[in-house]
């Protein structure tokens, strides 16, 4: 199956600070995922990339998928303490499984005043 | 308000007990999935389901099993076979490719 390999594991940054997640994978990904995650909860949806050299952006968070649809990164700029939680990259297994995706082992963020 | 809904929040089960996850949705989605997660780790994928009355395995099918009798509902039961149950649970819903709504999680704990 489809490894996801993330970085950092985990990251704290000063509040005002920018920061960037990695996501990078072993196979052409169909679709990456970011999800956002507190503690002992459900998945938050940040934004789906489906084509290469696509960037989107919410608010103040920014993800990129390379040309080569192998690496993904997530970046916040001016980091508050509203973004801790965990980061999750997911990747869709095949063209035509819907939404079953492999997600990579999440980094874990905090925001420190 | 439509979502998707897990039940229970925290789940205790002795060793050798079978125990059920309950996931539905109310977001007319055709699709169901359900995960695991351990502490430090993403999510792993245990079954989906894109249709009524199918489903396939995902990576750690071994000692699960689901049924999809209806739309709205994806119950997963974890079986004594499964040696290490002890997880976080996450059921999500999609239409699609674009976006995936998850529950909030069941966090069964083996005693």
């Known amino acids: 199956s489809q490894e996801l390999e993330q970085s950092p594991q985990s990251l704290i940054v000063q509040e005002g600070k920018n920061l960037t997640i990695n996501c990078t994978s072993s196979k052409t990904l169909y679709g990456l995922y970011w999800y956002k995650q507190k503690y002992g909860e459900g998945l938050i949806f940040l934004m789906m990339?489906?084509?290469?050299?696509e960037e989107k952006s919410h608010e103040k968070i920014t993800a990129k998928l390379d040309e080569k649809k192998q690496q993904s990164s997530l970046h916040i700029t001016a980091s508050q303490p509203s973004h801790a939680g965990i980061y999750l990259c997911g990747a869709a297994l095949t063209s035509n499984s819907g939404y079953a995706l492999n997600f990579g082992k999440g980094t874990s963020l905090l925001v420190t005043p | 308000d439509g979502g998707i809904t897990q039940s229970p929040k925290y789940l205790f089960r002795k060793e050798g007990q079978n125990v059920t996850l309950s996931c539905e949705q109310n977001?007319?989605?055709?699709?169901m999935y359900w995960y695991r997660q351990d502490p430090g780790q993403g999510l792993r994928l245990i079954y989906y389901s894109q249709i009524v009355n199918d489903f396939q395995k995902g990576d750690i099918a071994e000692g699960y099993s689901v049924s999809r009798e209806k739309k709205e509902s994806f119950p997963l039961t974890v079986t004594s076979a499964q040696k290490n149950p002890t997880a976080f649970y996450l059921c999500?819903?999609?239409?699609?490719?674009?976006?995936?709504?998850f529950g909030q999680g069941t966090r069964l704990t083996v005693v």
């Open positions: 990339l489906q084509k290469g050299g």
């Open positions: 977001l007319n989605h055709d699709a």
């Open positions: 999500a819903s999609s239409i699609g490719t674009v976006e995936a709504f």
